[in-house]
């Protein structure tokens, strides 16, 4: 190795909880005092008995505090300030102008019943993006209330009921048909929406075979809900074999579109035969992360489950958008209002900025990179890569298992993660459970990250294995160069110590 | 394809980088690079897009082009709430709300994220004291979800499939809430009935909840304040009452009113659900939406959570505190079809907002807030009564009123459409979903509105129902 590895030390500001800062009586908010015709006794516009005791126990502090506080907390939360190549969720820039856009009053300050002629400009948006995912999947309209991923495949299942149901079917479909590498909420929503759950094993190609699909599929069969490409890299090149089989047994066929990244402006999910499909806006449309939302899963279907939507409908009559609540067979809401309007909005100036053209290359530089990382991945010691007998390219992932170093070291993917912080470089990906390949990691470049950054990213994970062979305590015992050294979680699933918050807290260390 | 200009957004379209990179992949073009995908598997034809507007310059005014066809509540009066409420977001709510760090975070270890866990920690423990209960989960996607949830844990929990529900639920939130109790065709489906509300105060019927509960009922849930704005005065009454019959009490609740009102915690509530919008989020057009539920430190629920929650823990370092997800093998992460419900995105990057929130506010701040929205609704209700032939319907409101126009002959409709003429947005139309209340509409009422707001109101509304 040529390059020098990052010399990185954390903030590290030994932060309180800020329910343990403060002084009595200090203020960083100040309520306007009611004008002298406003003002009355507030007992007395209260019924009797209601009036709240204790005062809640939160912090007193000045402004500068608050804001300090919660500056030193974002400091000591790396994001995506170092290398962040963490597989399935497509690490993306979160482009700046989208975050000044989406802050105007204009969005910001807008209440989502307000007469629709002043709602003008945020419908056409809503409707002209979801032109854009029209054109990208094939499907005939799309939806974005669903606030993310798991509740687009939710909203599928809730669609699968709705139109069955219309059939007079529901009774007997009662079983979802999915992948063990597909998305654990494809199960987890299927189940949470009255559907028993069957879930196909790989074969020896790295997907299910299409004989353990036609053999789980029946007149009980309600969906297939399946990703493709698998967080593996690997695409089944049998999907349509598999829709046809699903679609003769009278079942709908879902598309969890996570990894579309790989593959924008390649396949489109109608064309597959799909009936539905969803898009993540804060993965691969640039929407940020936020630690975990606001998202929003795009589920997008074809005619014939046009009328089971959710309601309302974004429509456009004659240069006039409206919001279309009419829907005598939809299934009502999965979540209040039409969405997080945000996230479309940045998606959608996404698509703008790239084009065609932009949306290709990044799908190609995505793959590009993934299958670079590989050529070098590969060359560590110990590092091998899932199903290596398959030797077509992978798509924008790769997945990876460090189960020889383990062996040799006795260091696990976990300590792995711990060590590579201390590099600015933040963890990798490993696997959802359950794990098919031994001590996985399952990075992902996209498109946004350059080669300097993923070769700096290789050149830790090489150096992290080679200490593991010649220092595996210091690997044991990351992060050294971090906010916090490593945590203990022995605890957490304790009733006696588990606290999710800190009065639970203080109660059970016996200080309250 | 010959390719303009880099794109900013990505830095490997440096020119001649791409090739580098091809090259020590040893393929000659990206497109071998898909021979995983079969010919028949590609589009017949590429989709259509609108040209890009690759430079920012351009794309910015696009963007405020198509955003300025909006009003807003800056550029209007309004007083629209009923399930997203116009509050003022502190300034340093927006700046950590932008700090990159939060803004672009997934999933590091519990070092690297630490300083974000911290602060969804934080998001729970003030909640916890808010609400007065010390479990409290990450947040889901709204307060409808956060109920559809709620009851769902409660049916696991009394393994009972009934559910009462106060009858005046917003239907939006009743909508979500079918969705999550599944149709009646399923095995696990819930049965939603509904409790009468009592007329005069637009509170719960207890003698009708008492008639109707029965050792089958699972979860009986409440609102303080209702969603047409009325401040439950039976929520000790209606607790007792439930728990008397087995079941569990839910109550949903404005975190706003608890400077001023009594908690959950306190009235015995068991299971505690409600927004997060106020607590610092901007409207967004409905997109600001999240939804809280929160408990007992009690096995008997903490089990039963669907979301992620994070637990203080100790590290390495004596005396030294960190974080670590608690319970996570009960989430569908842990367990796919048998976890509880399901997790995943949310809305995280709130909860640090409401968490700063909640800390400049402070004991001092909910209550001072809440008094003074309680006065504003008052004031606002006072002057409004005074217009010939409008009355407000409920004695005791919080933020909200339901003001009946029946006497004036107008609709709302009407009343509405006159009122955005002179600028102002008047409250939801309750007319088609609460038909009983006629033409009534749903004024909100907060700390935004100064007495001149409810004033110029006043003064327009005399105008349009002359």
């Known amino acids: 190795m040529t390059r020098k590895l990052p010399k990185y030390q954390a903030a590290s500001w030994d932060e309180p909880i800020v329910l343990d800062m403060g002084r009595p009586g200090r203020r960083a908010f100040l309520a306007p005092e009611p004008e002298p015709d406003v003002r009355a006794d507030v007992d007395g516009l209260l019924p009797a008995g209601v009036r709240r005791k204790t005062a809640p126990g939160l912090p007193e502090l000045s402004e500068f505090e608050v804001q300090r506080h919660y500056n030193h907390l974002s400091q000591m939360t790396l994001g995506m300030m170092g290398i962040n190549l963490f597989g399935t969720c497509t690490m993306k820039y979160n482009p700046r102008v989208n975050e000044r856009v989406t802050a105007r009053p204009e969005l910001a300050e807008v209440h989502p019943n307000q007469p629709e002629e002043t709602l003008q400009g945020v419908l056409e948006i809503v409707h002209r993006f979801d032109g854009f995912l029209r054109e990208l999947s094939g499907m005939d309209r799309f939806v974005f209330q669903p606030g993310g991923g798991a509740d687009a495949a939710y909203t599928h299942a809730c669609v699968t009921r709705a139109y069955h149901a219309s059939r007079g079917e529901l009774e007997q479909r009662t079983e979802v048909i999915t992948t063990i590498q597909t998305h654990p909420c494809s199960a987890a929503t299927a189940a949470a929406a009255g559907f028993d759950v069957i879930t196909l094993p790989l074969g020896p190609n790295g997907y299910p075979t299409l004989e353990s699909l036609q053999a789980a599929v029946s007149d009980k069969t309600a969906a297939l809900m399946v990703g493709n490409p698998d967080d593996m890299g690997i695409y089944n090149p049998e999907i349509k074999q598999w829709i046809a089989a699903v679609h003769d047994a009278g079942g709908l066929c879902f598309y969890d579109h996570a990894n579309f990244n790989g593959v924008m402006t390649r396949i489109k999910a109608r064309e597959l035969g799909f009936d539905a499909c969803m898009f993540m806006l804060h993965k691969t449309f640039a929407g940020p992360k936020g630690g975990g939302g606001p998202a929003v899963g795009a589920y997008g279907c074809a005619e014939h489950l046009v009328p089971f939507l959710p309601r309302p409908l974004v429509v456009e009559q004659d240069g006039r958008y409206a919001l279309d609540y009419d829907g005598p067979q939809s299934v009502g809401r999965v979540r209040e209002y039409w969405g997080n309007v945000p996230v479309v909005v940045k998606a959608y100036s996404w698509v703008r900025s790239l084009g065609l053209e932009g949306l290709r290359q990044a799908a190609d530089l995505s793959v590009i990179a993934n299958n670079y990382m590989e050529t070098r991945l590969l060359e560590i010691p110990g590092v091998t890569k899932s199903h290596p007998q398959i030797t077509s390219h992978r798509l924008e992932m790769t997945r990876y298992s460090l189960e020889q170093v383990t062996e040799q070291t006795g260091i696990d993917v976990h300590d792995i993660q711990n060590r590579m912080v201390d590099y600015g470089v933040d963890a990798p990906w490993l696997a959802h459970e359950p794990w098919l390949i031994p001590e996985p990691i399952t990075p992902e470049p996209g498109e946004l990250w350059s080669k300097e950054d993923i070769d700096t990213w290789i050149d830790v994970l090489a150096d992290v294995v080679r200490e593991a062979h010649e220092d595996p305590e210091t690997v044991k015992t990351a992060p050294h160069h971090q906010a916090i050294s490593q945590v203990d979680a022995s605890g957490v699933d304790d009733p006696t110590q588990w606290a999710t918050t800190w009065r639970a807290h203080r109660r059970k260390q016996g200080v309250a | ?466």
């Open chain 2, 1 to 466: 394809m010959t390719r303009s200009s880099a794109h900013p957004y990505m830095a490997n379209s440096a020119p001649a980088l791409e090739q580098e990179l091809l090259d020590a992949v040893g393929v000659a073009t990206a497109e071998e690079l898909f021979e995983q995908i079969p010919a028949d598997h590609r589009p017949r034809e590429d989709p259509k897009l609108p040209p890009a507007l690759r430079s920012e310059v351009e794309l910015e005014r696009h963007l405020r082009g198509l955003l300025a066809k909006n009003g807003s509540t800056e550029s209007h009066l309004s007083f629209l709430g009923r399930g997203v409420w116009p509050h003022h977001v502190p300034a340093v709510c927006d700046e950590i709300a932008q700090r990159t760090e939060f803004v672009t975070s997934e999933w590091g270890t519990p070092a690297s994220d630490h300083g974000r866990n911290q602060a969804w920690f934080e998001f729970a423990s003030q909640l916890g004291e808010l609400v007065d209960m010390e479990f409290v989960g990450l947040p889901v996607y709204s307060w409808g979800c956060a109920l559809g949830h709620a009851v769902r844990m409660a049916a696991r929990i009394t393994e009972r499939r009934r559910v009462l529900v106060l009858a005046d639920l917003d239907p939006e939130r009743l909508a979500v809430l079918r969705t999550y109790c599944e149709p009646p065709e399923t095995r696990t489906h819930l049965t939603i009935e509904f409790v009468a509300v009592d007329p005069s105060t637009g509170g719960l019927d207890v003698a009708d909840l008492e008639r109707q509960l029965g050792d089958d009922v699972a979860a009986v849930y409440f609102e303080s304040p209702t969603s047409l704005g009325v401040i439950e005065a039976q929520g000790a009454r209606i607790a007792q009452v439930v728990r008397a019959a087995g079941a569990e009490t839910i109550a949903g609740v404005d975190p706003l009113s608890l400077g001023v009102l009594a908690p959950p915690g306190e009235l015995g509530v068991d299971i505690a659900v409600g927004s997060t919008q106020p607590l610092g989020i901007h409207m967004y057009a409905g997109g600001g939406t999240g939804g809280f539920i929160a408990t007992r430190d009690e096995e008997r629920y903490a089990r039963q959570y669907p979301t992620l929650q994070v637990s203080i823990a100790p590290t390495r370092t004596p005396g030294e505190h960190g974080f670590a997800m608690a319970l996570f093998e009960q989430s569908s992460y842990g367990k796919r079809e048998d976890g509880n419900d399901w997790t995943g995105n949310s809305v995280y990057l709130w909860a640090v907002v409401n968490a700063v929130y909640m800390s400049l506010l402070g004991p001092q701040g909910f209550a001072d807030l809440g008094e003074l929205i309680l006065q504003r609704c008052h004031y606002a209700a006072r002057r409004l009564a005074e217009i010939d032939g409008v009355s407000i319907r409920y004695p005791h409101a919080f933020k909200e009123l339901v003001v009946d126009f029946n006497g004036t002959g107008r609709t709302v409709a009407e009343i509405n459409a006159a009122l955005l003429q002179r600028g102002i947005f008047g409250g939801v139309d309750l007319s088609s979903d609460r038909p009983e209340l006629g033409q009534s509409a749903l004024y909100c009422v907060t700390e935004v509105h100064a007495q001149e707001d409810v004033d110029r109101l006043v003064s327009a509304l005399q105008e349009v129902v002359r």
